[in-house]
């Protein structure tokens, strides 16, 4: 049999659910998922088998105009994961159309090299009625030339097979990438790291969840099995840290928790998670954090 294997980016805006798409394709939850803007940084790679092909899918960071040097990163991050994919598929949501943020999109992907391979994914297609849905199809369609329309429900699961099949047929021929059972290329402290701050992104409201990362300290593997895992949550401000801690520590207990129970479930065993909040005023500007999320401090500038 003839394998294939390729990369397929997801790029769209924020909240658009790219993140919602690559845990239905993989199966699993790799990603972060919130109704909050912004919350995937890197590119996140979920690896999903359909027949003799595998199909790498890098969840990028939502394009948005960017503020900050964080925001800046983000952006450069989906880009590149744009021009290194085999495919690349925009996202779009069905009820919001072709908002400003679509339309500065649909400008970048016009200036790519020629023979990049673009195909369009309208998204929560349960939220309009089919003559908009239609509508807006003939619209995006009219704005760049697009290689494939797909209409999908990535929450619910509605035509994501059907897109599935397709992207894997247009894989190259090629051995698989990485081993058959693994499903993220992700380490393990990312994920962990990862699955705490979705904890905090859900508790914490406002602006703060922009404003604060996770890093996995250290992860010690005992001789019963469990896992000991270390994690520092890192705040710009003491205002923050007192947000973060909650009254009496409860905030920070109630995340810990649900971040070792999910994390007990993902990786199947006993896991000990010790968290600490700590003040640093200016690590949105050091380098060392950026790497920690997968992401190139220069691309900030």
Known sequence: MTTRAGFVALIGEPNAGKSTLTNRMVGAKVSIVTHKVQTTRA?????????????????????????????????????????????????????????????RILEGLAEMPKG???????????????PQLLDLTEQLNAAYDF???????????????????????????????????????????????????????????????????????????????????DQIVYVARDGHKGIVLGNKGETIKAVGKAAREELEEFLGRRVHLFIQVKVRQNWLEEKERYSEMGLDFKDGN
């Not at 989906?78 to 949501?93: H, K, P, S």
């Not at 499903?183 to 979705?198: F, G, K």
């Open 43 to 103: 590119r996140i790679r979920g690896v999903a088998l359909e027949g003799e092909t595998q199909i790498v899918f890098v969840d990028t960071p939502g394009l948005f105009q960017p503020r900050r040097r964080l925001d800046r990163a983000m952006v450069a991050a989906a880009w590149g994961g744009a021009a290194d994919a085999d495919i690349t598929v925009l996202l779009v949501e069905a009820h919001r159309g072709i908002t400003d943020g679509v339309k």
């Open 116 to 130: 990049r391979r673009i195909a369009l994914a309208i998204n929560k297609i349960d939220r309009v009625e089919a």
């Open 147 to 229: 290689e494939k329309t797909f209409m999908i429900s990535a929450e619910k699961g509605h035509g994501v097979q059907d897109m599935k099949k397709w992207l894997a047929g247009e894989m190259p021929e090629s051995p698989w990438l990485y081993p058959e059972d693994q499903i993220a290329d992700l380490p393990l402290r990312m994920i962990a790291a990862e699955m705490t701050r979705e904890k905090l992104t859900l508790r914490l409201h406002q602006e703060l969840p922009y404003q604060l990362t996770v890093e996995t300290e250290a992860w010690e593997e005992r001789k019963d099995g469990s896992a000991r895992i």
